[in-house]
C-alpha cells in the first residue's frame, strides 16, 4: 500500500535556486496538504487543497507556490529559494470536510545554504 | 487563541514501566483530536481520532481517552521499540480540514 508518495526524499539547493516538490496519493482522497517541520515547532501548513481545482493559503504560504494537478497529484514549489526554508516537508491527503483522518507520506528533507 | 499543547515535553521510561502523555487544548468547535507516532526520519503514522469527551480507543500497549480540555494518550507496559515522538492534533470547525498540531512527546523506553 503506497499511501502517499513524496519525491525527492534529499535535496540541497543555494539561495535563489528554485525546485518542486512532488507528491501523489492513491487513497482517492479529495483533498491534500503541504506541511514542514521544524525543531521544537509542531507540524505547520503551508498550503491545502480541499478538492481537485482548489488550493488555498495556510499558516505559512510565504515563498512557495502549489500545482494540484488532479485528482492524486499536489505539488509544492519553492521559486527562489531561502535558508529560512530549510526544513522537513510533508504531503498529506485526506477525505473533504474537517474532522476526516489526515494522512502523512515519508517526509522530504530540503537543506538550503 | 486556537492552541495545542503536549506535555512533557520528552519522557524516559524503563520497559515495563506504564505512563501517559498529555495533550491539553484550547478550540471553538472540535471537530476530532487525532493521536500520531512518529519515527525518526518518517512521517507521522495515524494512531487514533476521538471525536467526543468520554470516548477511547485502544491499540496493543496504547490508549487514548478524551476530555473536553485533553487527551492522555495511556502507554502500558511499554516496550523499547515503542520509542517515537507522539502527535497530538486538533480539528476543529472552520471550512477546511485544518489540523492544529502540538509539539509533540518525544519518549524512549529503555530495556
Known amino acids: 500500500n503506497a499511501g502517499v508518495t513524496q519525491t525527492p526524499k534529499f535535496q540541497v539547493l543555494k539561495t535563489g535556486q528554485s525546485m518542486t516538490l512532488q507528491c501523489a496519493q492513491d487513497m482517492n482522497h479529495n483533498s491534500m496538504y503541504w506541511y514542514r517541520q521544524d525543531p521544537g515547532m509542531g507540524l505547520r501548513l503551508i498550503y491545502y487543497s480541499a478538492s481537485e481545482g482548489t488550493t488555498d493559503k495556510g499558516e505559512v504560504p510565504n515563498g512557495y507556490n502549489v500545482s494540484r494537478l488532479n485528482k492524486r497529484e499536489f505539488s509544492l514549489r519553492l521559486e527562489s529559494a531561502a535558508p529560512s526554508q530549510t526544513s522537513v516537508y510533508f504531503c498529506?491527503?485526506?477525505?473533504?470536510?474537517?474532522?476526516?483522518?489526515?494522512?502523512f507520506g515519508e517526509g522530504s528533507w530540503l537543506t538550503v545554504v | 487563541e486556537d492552541q495545542v499543547t503536549q506535555s512533557p515535553e520528552a519522557l524516559r521510561l524503563q520497559e515495563g514501566e506504564s505512563s501517559s502523555l498529555n495533550c491539553s487544548y484550547t478550540?471553538?468547535?472540535?471537530?476530532?483530536l487525532f493521536w500520531y507516532r512518529q519515527d525518526p526520519g518518517k512521517g507521522p503514522e495515524f494512531l487514533f481520532t476521538l471525536y467526543s469527551a468520554g470516548e477511547e480507543k485502544e491499540k496493543e500497549r496504547l490508549k487514548a481517552t478524551l476530555t473536553k480540555k485533553e487527551s492522555f494518550l495511556h502507554i502500558t507496559a511499554p516496550k523499547p521499540e515503542d520509542s517515537a515522538t507522539y502527535l497530538c492534533?486538533?480539528?476543529?470547525?472552520?471550512?477546511?480540514?485544518?489540523?492544529?498540531f502540538g509539539a509533540g512527546t518525544r519518549l524512549a523506553v529503555h530495556p
Open positions: 492534533a486538533v480539528a476543529f470547525s472552520g471550512g477546511y480540514n485544518k489540523l492544529i
Open positions: 478550540v471553538s468547535g472540535l471537530r476530532g
Open positions: 498529506a491527503s485526506s477525505e473533504q470536510g474537517s474532522g476526516n483522518t489526515i494522512y
